[in-house]
Structure formats: C-alpha cells, structure tokens
C-alpha cells in the first residue's frame, strides 16, 4: 500500500491504539470528523502492515463506479417513467368516473385510445424496473460494501429530493384551492393518488438507506 495516508492520521491511530481503541471506534471517530472512510482503511492497513512486516494481500475489488450509475440511473429512469404513466394512467380513470358538469370529458368511449401510449410505458418500463432492481439487490447481497457506494447514495438522495418536492408541491396545491373554495371530489382523489405514488417512493428509498449501515457492518 502506498505510504501517502497523513502523519497527523497516522499519529492518531498509533496513540489510540496504545490506550485500547478498536478498529471499529476509531472508523466511527474518525469518519465523524471529517475523514474519508477508505482514507482510514488505508491508515489501519498502513499500520498493520508495519506491526506485521506482511504487505497487505490484494483482494477482489467488487467496486465498479460506472457500472454501479448505470444500473441505478437506468433504475430511477424507469422508476419515473412508470410512475408518471401510471399516475397518468389513474387521472384519466378518475375523469372517467367522476365526471365534472362544469367540463366536457372527451375521454368516453375512446379511454382506452386515449391510454395507450400510457399503458405502453407501465407494460415496458415497470418489468424493466423490477428486473434491474433485481440484479441491484443481488449485487449487494454479494458485495455488501455496494450498499456504500458513493453512487448509490448521491442517485438515491435525489430520488428522495425528487419525491419529497412532489409531496409538497402536491400539499400545497392542495390546500390552496381548498382555501378558494374550489376543492372537487376529482381534484382531491387526483391529490390523494398523486401523494401516495410519491410517498410510496420516498418511503421505499428512505428505507433503502438506512440499509446500508446494515450492510456495512454485515460486510465487516
């Protein structure tokens, strides 16, 4: 292992060594303060191979940068695009069935024309999306330390960002027009539906993040 970790690092681990630190603590110390994770690793290695006078054994590196933002930007792509069809797919259904006399529905008897380029998507991209979820899931069971991936993790937080400013955007029109006075039976079911595709996706992304503290220790 090269010899370029800092001194001041260095120092620092050999001094809370010798007062009884585990590896673990001193991960977790560091990391709070602003030290990069393999930069620590390293230090340690550093270390040991000093005490032991053995280099470091090369592993299998199971980190893959490029392939890793593929699979999860093909993912959160077509997570959107199935999520926009299918909301779009369930706004058309509730025109159908609550009609509004104030509004001339032109859907009637052409609903099915009218959702076709909409069911098209849901019928390709959601398989897609389960299918590249899969192989995701995979890969993490058999290299757990995917699941702290920088690539993961910078896609997964705008994937909450995205579905977050969609709640709120969604709350917030919401109680405008309900303090107009202009709140619909339809336009409240369309809110409803809106927030929970949105929701569903935040929370299931949320969870997947705390996963990976999980995975980590499991890995370690």
């Not at 120092?11 to 602003?34: P, Q, R, V, Y």
């Not at 005490?51 to 592993?59: E, N, V």
């Not at 909450?160 to 955007?169: N, R, S, Y």
């Not at 409240?188 to 995975?215: E, M, P």
Request: aromatic share 12%; glycine share 8%.
């Amino acid at each position: 292992m090269a010899p370029n970790t800092s001194v001041e690092l260095q120092k620092f681990i050999s001094a809370a060594k010798e007062h009884g630190a585990s590896d673990e603590s001193l991960l977790g110390i560091l990391e709070n303060a602003g030290w990069p994770k393999a930069e620590v690793i390293g230090a340690l290695g550093q270390r040991y191979e000093a005490l032991t006078g053995i280099a470091l054994p090369r592993g299998r590196k199971t980190a893959t940068p490029a392939k890793d933002a593929f699979l999860y930007l093909l993912s959160f792509s077509t997570l959107a695009t199935w999520t926009i069809a299918l909301g779009s797919i369930c706004f058309s259904l509730i025109d159908d069935w609550i009609p509004d006399p104030l509004y001339r529905n032109y859907y009637g008897t052409n609903l099915a024309y009218q959702l076709s380029a909409e069911l098209a998507a849901l019928i390709v991209t959601f398989p897609l999306y389960l299918f590249v979820m899969r192989v995701i899931l995979s890969e993490t069971r058999t290299a757990p330390e995917k699941l702290d991936s920088s690539v993961r993790k910078w896609l997964t937080y705008i994937a909450l960002l995205i579905a977050a400013g969609v709640m709120i955007g969604d709350v917030v029109t919401f109680l405008t027009y309900f303090l107009r006075g202009d709140l619909t039976s339809r336009f409240a079911a369309k809110v409803a539906l809106a927030l929970l595709i949105s929701a569903g996706v935040f929370w299931y992304y949320l969870g997947s993040l705390r996963d990976t503290r999980t995975g980590a220790q499991h890995a370690g």
